[in-house]
């Protein structure tokens, strides 16, 4: 991948998933709310890790935008990933698997442990995390390779990266880069815990900074306050250029300068929603790379998520995400 093709430049928390299939009631004894993202220290995530001591987790190399820009370069668009690990085992597995798909890797090391994400799958496919930053956390302005993000066309980010203040000095510090270099900033909610601690921040960054936005429904009611999805969506859509609302099983609504569009599901079977949200972004973004339209653009995005929810885990592996690509139904004409 030539450096002067990078079309998406991401930063995030690159954390190693531990996935396990569990009981709701499991979820009750452990004391753990279901569907959210938990921030834990390390003694509670051994705790839960004992708890299941008899049952043999997965391993995924994981983290909101390094699966979302992970899948972006499977589908061919050229991506750069930004994060902090630790110099341990998890991280040079990350660093392995990275290089196996291609992205061009910016990630930096941390005196410190690689951070890890304890994912609990109840039947119905939803999923309960249990997250321990790690070196994540630790991520500031000087990680950023700045010459690389001002050739880049997209920054992409979440607002996991609000967890602390070093976390956020180096977003505002990549957005005025990308303010000042016409790069259309792109960001994902991300979580209702996420919305529930930084509401107030989040709603100035997206009236001033973002150009387009991802949320679903549970992270919108909170942000306006409004229980119909379909205002509340509008309510973005005039504070953004591009947004595009996750509706879970109902599809999607898009919004392309204040005009809306719903885009219907598939009928499928979900088996597991971990990281739904995460390949939704990367169908979306590498269509808009390719020139399309927002609505379609949601329908790309709408199709992958339902390809990732039929299996177990956050990401495609990548002969899965190079087959995919050629079965997704592109429009063969550009806007």
């Not at 790690?134 to 980010?157: A, N, P, R």
């Not at 039929?310 to 592996?317: R, S, V």
Request: aromatic share 8%.
């Amino acid at each position: 991948m030539k450096i002067d093709d990078i079309a998406i430049y991401g930063i995030g928390n690159p954390l190693i998933d531990v996935v396990f299939r569990i009981e709701d009631s499991d979820l009750i004894n452990l004391g753990v709310e279901k569907g959210i993202m938990h921030l834990v220290d390390e003694g509670r995530q051994k705790e839960i890790l004992n708890y299941f001591k008899n049952k043999s987790p997965i391993y995924h190399p994981g983290g909101s935008a390094p699966n979302t820009l992970i899948t972006c370069t499977g589908l061919g668009i050229p991506g750069v990933i930004s994060g902090k690990v630790g110099e341990d085992e998890f991280g040079n597995i990350y660093r392995s698997q990275i290089n196996k798909y291609g992205i061009i890797s910016r990630l930096v090391t941390g005196d410190g442990p690689t951070g890890s994400s304890i994912i609990l799958v109840t039947p119905d496919g939803e999923r309960t995390m249990n997250t321990h930053l790690g070196m994540c956390q630790e991520f500031s302005m000087s990680d950023i390779d700045e010459t690389l993000l001002s050739k880049s066309k997209f920054l992409y980010f979440t607002g996991y990266m609000w967890d602390t203040d070093s976390q956020k000095s180096a977003i505002k510090h990549a957005l005025s880069i990308a303010k000042e270099n016409k790069i259309k900033r792109v960001f994902d909610v991300a979580d209702p815990f996420a919305v529930q601690r930084f509401k107030d921040s989040f709603l100035t960054l997206i009236k001033d900074e973002a150009d387009i936005v991802f949320s679903n429904k549970d992270e919108l009611e909170i942000l306006f306050d409004i229980e119909n999805i379909e205002e509340a969506t509008l309510s973005l859509g005039e504070m953004t250029h591009i947004s595009a609302v996750k509706l879970g099983k109902d599809g999607c609504y898009v919004v392309e300068n204040e005009n809306l569009s719903k885009i219907s599901p598939r009928p499928i079977i979900a088996r597991d929603s971990t990281g739904a949200g995460d390949i939704f972004a990367a169908g979306f973004l590498s269509a808009l790379c390719k020139g399309y339209s927002a609505k379609i653009a949601g329908e790309i995005g709408s199709y992958l998520a339902e390809e990732i929810i039929q299996i177990t885990g956050a990401q495609f592996e990548i002969s899965v995400i190079k087959q995919l690509n050629t079965k997704i139904p592109w429009p063969k004409e550009v806007l």
